[in-house]
């Protein structure tokens, strides 16, 4: 097992918890986590200066720490930490995960109560026990007590990407008017584009982080400082989201940046690399062996050094872009500029509640060519679905509405319910006179996979489908995808010349990304729709790019990144197919 900087860095931390939760000598635990520190500050590979004698040269770091980095170089373990870790009980090691709770207040717990477990810190926290713990008292219960509790939530441990973003605007909008502030960015998950997020990530570049944690702490959003320090601060918002707050100095920005944003498996990819050609990449900057610090002004910069091509912050998950980036064979990813219509949006013809012209005056102020109403087929009552004479006159309203429109092309169209058994909720006749059909699931979720996927089948075989709306019906936070068999759906839909939705409604984002990669992969194509029930919702566009930059997707790949011409021949093209 190969063990860099970080690696060895967080072996001594965990040896310095586990001596304190052991009650051991204070001076040897600041020792661990001084050379802790030390270790993954250096600009070079501390195994490597172990196995030669030099690490004990360092500052800080003395015999005994150069003796157990070379037995971690050598062996990947460390004999005092897997004694320790049979000495302590797990679950006196499992409390060190709330927040508010580190090594010092465990052991006291322990000591005094005997408590070792988080079930029992909460039942002593519930019962008045813990006040009586030396150093403690009632607030300090009360605390741990809520820390435990957003603990066992659910949804303290992932949220939304479009909660997610709206938190991270609004904490970046208080920042930004720090003075002394130069640049703030989002990283982790959101910057990932992932589609939930664990916590936000913030990572600030001022010369003084004070004055951006005084900010942050009386941000309106905050209902509780966890920690603070000049550095670091860690919050929770008032809906259970927690907030961690980094300032850097501004020189070291970018590569704290980059740092923070990809997946732990990316980074450590990198730093292999780093390795291979003689460099140290850290939060700090890219560093030569002799300690020297490369220039980076931008992330480009980073991946240029390591002899890669630039790795947008979507694919960071180490899913084949690192061997990509090593080839130069990066896909040319899809922007948000690219899209040129939306091919998906209600209107108040049915549960939409912004009427066709709103709709179309703001895709225009988008800068789109085009956008399809789609409005719901009768099925879906609750929605107020069209029959199927209603939407011929939507059509012909429609049409009206197109001579008198300048600079935006309407499209009519509708979401069609794919009924129990494949077939449409509407008939052929009608679909037929429709320029865009979206075919969806809306009920009948628990089918079971042969069933559900042979009428999901059934529906793009009709000629007059498009496209299918939000494949696998899940609702984030609140339903899971029904039981189908979506390879089976992917190799059919580019069989068809059916195009496969993702649906950037942001309880929905479906496709996922995983699934629109494999769609990319089989030869279907996609359409990114917002599936928009008013004007102001076409907004959502941004969150269905990020899921198809997060599968791969380039230009060529989305229907709806194409002009109208190209798009029209497209759908003639796919119907005629399968006429």
Same mark, same amino acid.
């Given at each position: 097992?190969?063990?860099?900087?970080?690696?060895?860095?967080?072996?001594?931390?965990?040896?310095?918890?586990?001596?304190?939760?052991?009650?051991?000598?204070?001076?040897?635990?600041?020792?661990?986590?001084?050379?802790?520190?030390?270790?993954?500050?250096?600009?070079?590979?501390?195994?490597?200066?172990?196995?030669?004698?030099?690490?004990?040269?360092?500052?800080?770091?003395?015999?005994?720490?150069?003796? %157990? $980095? &070379? /037995?971690?170089?050598?062996?990947?373990?460390? !004999? @005092?930490? *897997? =004694?320790?870790?049979?000495?302590? +009980?797990? #679950?006196?090691?499992?409390?060190?995960?709330?927040?508010?709770?580190?090594?010092?207040?465990?052991?006291?717990?322990?000591?005094?109560?005997?408590?070792?477990?988080?079930?029992?810190?909460?039942?002593?926290?519930?019962?008045?026990?813990?006040?009586?713990?030396?150093?403690?008292?009632? %607030? $300090? &219960? /009360?605390?741990?007590?809520?820390?435990?509790? !957003? @603990?066992? *939530? =659910?949804?303290?441990?992932?949220? +939304?990407? #479009?909660?997610?973003?709206?938190?991270?605007?609004?904490?970046?909008?208080?920042?930004?008017?720090?003075?002394?502030?130069?640049?703030?960015?989002?990283?982790?998950?959101?910057?990932?584009?992932?589609?939930?997020?664990?916590?936000?990530?913030?990572?600030?570049?001022?010369?003084?982080?004070?004055?951006?944690?005084?900010?942050?702490?009386?941000?309106?959003?905050?209902? *509780?400082?966890?920690?603070?320090?000049?550095?670091? #601060?860690?919050?929770?918002?008032?809906?259970?989201?927690?907030?961690?707050?980094?300032?850097?100095?501004?020189?070291?920005?970018?590569?704290?940046?980059?740092?923070?944003?990809?997946?732990?498996?990316?980074?450590?990819?990198?730093?292999?690399?780093?390795?291979?050609?003689?460099?140290?990449?850290?939060?700090?900057?890219?560093?030569?062996?002799?300690?020297?610090?490369?220039?980076?002004?931008?992330?480009?910069?980073?991946?240029?050094?390591?002899?890669?091509?630039?790795?947008?912050?979507?694919?960071?998950?180490?899913?084949?872009?690192?061997?990509?980036?090593?080839?130069?064979?990066?896909?040319?990813?899809?922007?948000?500029?690219?899209?040129?219509?939306?091919?998906?949006?209600?209107?108040?013809?049915?549960?939409?509640?912004?009427?066709?012209?709103?709709?179309?005056?703001?895709?225009?102020?988008?800068?789109?060519?085009?956008?399809?109403?789609?409005?719901?087929?009768?099925?879906?009552?609750?929605?107020?679905?069209?029959?199927?004479?209603?939407?011929?006159?939507?059509?012909?309203?429609?049409?009206?509405?197109?001579?008198?429109?300048?600079?935006?092309?309407?499209?009519?169209?509708?979401?069609?319910?794919?009924?129990?058994?494949?077939?449409?909720?509407?008939?052929?006749?009608?679909?037929?006179?429709?320029?865009?059909?979206?075919?969806?699931?809306?009920?009948?979720?628990?089918?079971?996979?042969?069933?559900?996927?042979?009428?999901?089948?059934?529906?793009?075989?009709?000629?007059?489908?498009?496209?299918?709306?939000?494949?696998?019906?899940?609702?984030?936070?609140?339903?899971?995808?029904?039981?189908?068999?979506?390879?089976?759906?992917?190799?059919?839909?580019?069989?068809?010349?059916?195009?496969?939705?993702?649906?950037?409604?942001?309880?929905?984002?479906?496709?996922?990304?995983?699934?629109?990669?494999?769609?990319?992969?089989?030869?279907?194509?996609?359409?990114?729709?917002?599936?928009?029930?008013?004007?102001?919702?076409?907004?959502?566009?941004?969150?269905?790019?990020?899921?198809?930059?997060?599968?791969?997707?380039?230009?060529?790949?989305?229907?709806?990144?194409?002009?109208?011409?190209?798009?029209?021949?497209?759908?003639?093209?796919?119907?005629?197919?399968?006429?």
């Amino acid at each position: 097992m190969t063990m860099d900087n970080a690696d060895i860095a967080s072996v001594f931390r965990e040896l310095a918890d586990l001596l304190e939760l052991k009650g051991e000598n204070p001076f040897k635990i600041r020792a661990y986590r001084r050379a802790a520190d030390t270790i993954e500050s250096l600009p070079e590979d501390a195994a490597a200066l172990a196995a030669e004698g030099r690490l004990k040269s360092i500052e800080g770091i003395g015999e005994a720490i150069e003796k %157990k $980095t &070379a /037995e971690l170089a050598g062996t990947g373990k460390l !004999r @005092l930490l *897997e =004694e320790l870790r049979h000495e302590v +009980p797990p #679950g006196l090691r499992d409390m060190l995960r709330i927040p508010g709770v580190g090594p010092r207040t465990a052991a006291a717990v322990f000591r005094h109560l005997g408590i070792a477990s988080v079930d029992e810190l909460e039942k002593a926290a519930r019962d008045g026990r813990l006040k009586d713990v030396p150093g403690m008292g009632t %607030k $300090t &219960a /009360e605390n741990i007590l809520r820390a435990v509790e !957003r @603990l066992r *939530e =659910e949804h303290w441990t992932r949220i +939304p990407l #479009g909660v997610a973003l709206m938190l991270a605007r609004s904490i970046l909008d208080t920042v930004a008017r720090v003075d002394g502030v130069r640049e703030a960015a989002a990283a982790g998950s959101l910057r990932r584009w992932r589609e939930t997020c664990g916590d936000l990530d913030i990572v600030v570049g001022a010369e003084k982080g004070g004055p951006v944690m005084e900010a942050v702490s009386a941000w309106h959003e905050v209902s *509780e400082i966890l920690s603070v320090g000049e550095e670091r #601060g860690s919050f929770a918002t008032r809906g259970g989201v927690n907030v961690d707050v980094w300032v850097v100095p501004p020189a070291e920005f970018v590569a704290a940046l980059h740092h923070a944003t990809g997946s732990k498996a990316h980074n450590v990819r990198l730093r292999g690399i780093a390795r291979e050609r003689g460099l140290k990449i850290n939060e700090h900057g890219v560093f030569l062996r002799d300690g020297g610090r490369l220039a980076v002004a931008t992330e480009e910069d980073i991946y240029a050094a390591l002899g890669l091509q630039y790795v947008p912050p979507e694919l960071r998950e180490d899913t084949g872009e690192i061997e990509a980036a090593l080839e130069g064979r990066l896909p040319d990813l899809v922007q948000e500029k690219d899209i040129l219509g939306d091919l998906h949006v209600h209107s108040d013809w049915s549960d939409g509640i912004s009427s066709i012209k709103a709709m179309a005056d703001a895709a225009r102020a988008r800068g789109y060519e085009y956008i399809a109403i789609c409005d719901h087929s009768r099925s879906l009552g609750i929605a107020g679905g069209l029959t199927g004479d209603e939407v011929l006159r939507q059509a012909e309203f429609i049409a009206d509405l197109r001579r008198h429109l300048d600079g935006i092309t309407v499209l009519c169209g509708i979401e069609v319910d794919i009924k129990k058994d494949g077939t449409l909720d509407l008939p052929d006749e009608v679909l037929a006179r429709l320029d865009v059909v979206v075919a969806s699931v809306h009920s009948s979720f628990k089918q079971s996979r042969e069933m559900m996927t042979e009428r999901i089948i059934r529906a793009m075989r009709n000629e007059n489908v498009d496209i299918i709306g939000h494949p696998t019906g899940r609702v984030l936070g609140r339903r899971d995808a029904y039981d189908v068999d979506m390879q089976r759906v992917i190799e059919e839909a580019a069989r068809c010349g059916v195009a496969l939705e993702i649906n950037a409604y942001p309880e929905r984002l479906d496709l996922d990304s995983g699934w629109a990669r494999r769609a990319k992969d089989a030869g279907a194509v996609l359409a990114v729709n917002t599936d928009s029930h008013s004007f102001d919702q076409l907004g959502y566009m941004i969150f269905g790019v990020g899921v198809a930059r997060r599968g791969w997707l380039e230009r060529s790949h989305v229907v709806n990144a194409w002009p109208l011409g190209r798009l029209r021949e497209w759908l003639s093209r796919s119907r005629n197919h399968r006429a």
